[in-house]
C-alpha cells in the first residue's frame, strides 16, 4: 500500500459513472435511516480495511451497515442478528444493483425509500432505479482506486489530529465522490440566503476543507483540493506547497493534481505539506484563533 498508483479519469471513466451512483444507492439508505448530523455527516461512507462502509446504521431495536468490499468485490450487508448477504461488484447495471439491494433488505425486514435521483452529477442523470446505462466494472481500476482512497485517508487522518477545535471525521462523499476533512473555526458563517437547504446547512459555520477528487467532466484528471468558506480577502494569491499547486478560480480553491503527489519521493509529506499550506493562510487571513484550535507540539 506505499505505492500511489496512476488513476488517469479517461481509464475508468465508465466504471468510475457506474460506480459513483452504486455509492449514492446506498449512501441515500443511510440518509433516509439516520438522523441529521450537523452538515450531513450522517451521509458520508468511510475507510475501511477492505473499502468503504455506511458504518451501524440503526432500525428499530436492531442495526446493520453496508460495506463496499473492494478485495473480494461485494457490497456485503450485514445484520447485528448474524444475516449477512454479499452481492457481486461486476458488470452491472446501476438500476440491477438497486432492485437487488432493496430486495435484500426486505427479506432481512429492513423498510427504506430512497429519492432515485442522483446528486451532484453534471452528466445524465437517470433515475438510479431505471439506469440501464451505467454498468461497468474494472476490478483493477477500482482496487486502484480505493488504494489512493486508504492512502490519501491516512494522510488526512494525520492532517487531522494536528487540530483540537471542531473537526468533521474523514469521510468519503457520495454526492461529490470525493474523500474530504474539514476544520472549522468555530465561528458561524455569512448567511446564504440564496443557497439551497443543502448547502445551506454544509456550510453554515466558517471552514477549511482538504480532500481528494478523481475528477469529472470539469476537471478530467484526480486532483487534491483545499479551499475556505468563506474565502478571506487574498487566499486565492497565497504561497503554498509544492511549487505545483495552483488556485483555480472556475473550482474555487488550490488544487495540485494527484500525478504530482504520485511521483514524488516522498507523497504522504508532498500531501501534508499541502494540506498545511493551504489551511495556513485560510486561518491566518480569516482571522481564526490558531492557538485555541491548533495542538503544539
Known sequence: MSTWPALPLEDWIDTKNTLHRWTQVVGKIRLALTPLVNHW????LYVTA???????????????????????????????DGAEHDLPLAPRSVADLHDEIFSVLRSLRIDCRIWPMPVEIPDNPIPLDRDQHHRSYDREAVERFWQIVALTDA???????????????????????????????????????????????????EVSSVGWWPGDSRLPKPSF???????????????????????????????????????????????????RSTYEPAANLGKWDRAALERRS
Not at 53 to 75: C, K, N, Q
Not at 234 to 263: I, Q, T
Open 155 to 205: 494522510v488526512l487522518t494525520q492532517f487531522r489530529a494536528d487540530f483540537i477545535g471542531k473537526c468533521s471525521p474523514v469521510h468519503f462523499f457520495w454526492g461529490s465522490f470525493d474523500l474530504a476533512v474539514t476544520r472549522f473555526s468555530g465561528r458561524p458563517a455569512p448567511a446564504r440566503p440564496d443557497a439551497d437547504a443543502i448547502t445551506r446547512e454544509a456550510y453554515s459555520h
Open 41 to 44: 455527516w450522517n451521509v458520508p
Open 225 to 275: 483540493y483545499s479551499y475556505a468558506s468563506p474565502e478571506p480577502e487574498g487566499y486565492r494569491d497565497s504561497a503554498v506547497s509544492p511549487s505545483a499547486a495552483y488556485y483555480n478560480a472556475p473550482m474555487g480553491g488550490f488544487y495540485l493534481d494527484y500525478d504530482e503527489v504520485a511521483k514524488a519521493a516522498d507523497p504522504a509529506r508532498t500531501l501534508l505539506d499541502f494540506c
Open 50 to 80: 477492505r473499502g468503504l462502509t455506511t458504518s451501524t446504521i440503526p432500525y428499530g431495536d436492531r442495526w446493520f451497515d453496508m460495506e463496499f468490499d473492494f478485495i473480494a468485490h461485494v457490497l456485503r450487508i450485514r445484520t447485528n
